[in-house]
């Protein structure tokens, strides 16, 4: 009976780098404790945890895969480009992250001057909720909750920070085709994020998926709970039509969103292909 349990790869979680709430050292230790084969680190817009998710997985048999989430746009939307095993040093990538970190800070102080006006909230109380390199709206969430405005951040999420909650901003992103480019020259290998979303039955269009093959995209997170059913079914049509890799990972911010670590898991067959397609950093495996 049964054989060897399948290993378990969850190539998408989030540290207190950025919107996570554990250190990439408790988030590796979650991993280790779950029993799980693989992660890739993917905080937004940095690498800042890598060394440290290295470093906590040492002399355990988990394996981490060094990523990114990438924000970029299209048209008018917000599109997240998952970047794996690229080189952390390479100079436009480095400089393009720079931007938007530096873009979300001045973003979330400009959305916090604006709740100000209608809620006690300073923008002290969101820096003392952030690790301080990658900012953004969980964060301004954490401090509403802490001064007893809202319960959770998903409550936060639903009204006063919703993009039509009457706050909102948007912060400086690239186009999701440079986004793609860029990850694809660090040697990295692309992989959009969460396509579907927001009831949408994809967030690009075939065009635009075609010009995105083309500039390097390695595959589609196509198990991911936030993408609709419906737009499944086109992405795994996408998918086999132009020889895409799928993934399916849990997106786990630790206590801060309801995704469990391994929720949605990834085929080794899957992250082979991945691999195969970088040339930047190595998986590490201790
Ligand atoms: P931002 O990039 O600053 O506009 O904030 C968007 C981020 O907030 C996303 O990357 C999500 O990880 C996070 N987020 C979105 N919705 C929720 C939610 N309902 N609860 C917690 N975090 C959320
Ligand atoms: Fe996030
Ligand atoms: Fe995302
Ligand atoms: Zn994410």
Partial sequence: MGGMPRPSIDLHTHSSVSDGTETPTQLVRAAIAEGLDTIAITDHDSTAGWDEAVAAAAGSDLQIIRGIELSTRFE???????GYLFDPHDAELVAETGRIRDDRLTRAERM???????????????????GGVSIGRPHIADALVARGIVTTRSEAFESILHFRGGYYLPHAAPTVLDGVRMIAAAGGAPVIAHPATRGREAVIDERMLEALIDAGLVGLEVRHREN??????????????????VTGSSDYHGDGKPNRLAENTTEPAALERLIARTRGVEPVRA
């Avoid at 916090?112 to 952030?130: C, F, I, K, P, T």
């Avoid at 609709?228 to 890799?245: I, P, S």
């Fill in 112 to 130: 916090v001057n604006r709740l100000a006006e209608d809620y006690d909230v300073s923008w002290d109380d969101v820096l003392a909720q952030s």
């Fill in 76 to 82: 008018w939307r917000s599109v997240h480009v998952l």
């Fill in 228 to 245: 609709t059913g419906l737009g499944r079914q086109t992405l795994e049509e996408w998918a086999r039509r132009f020889d895409l890799v």
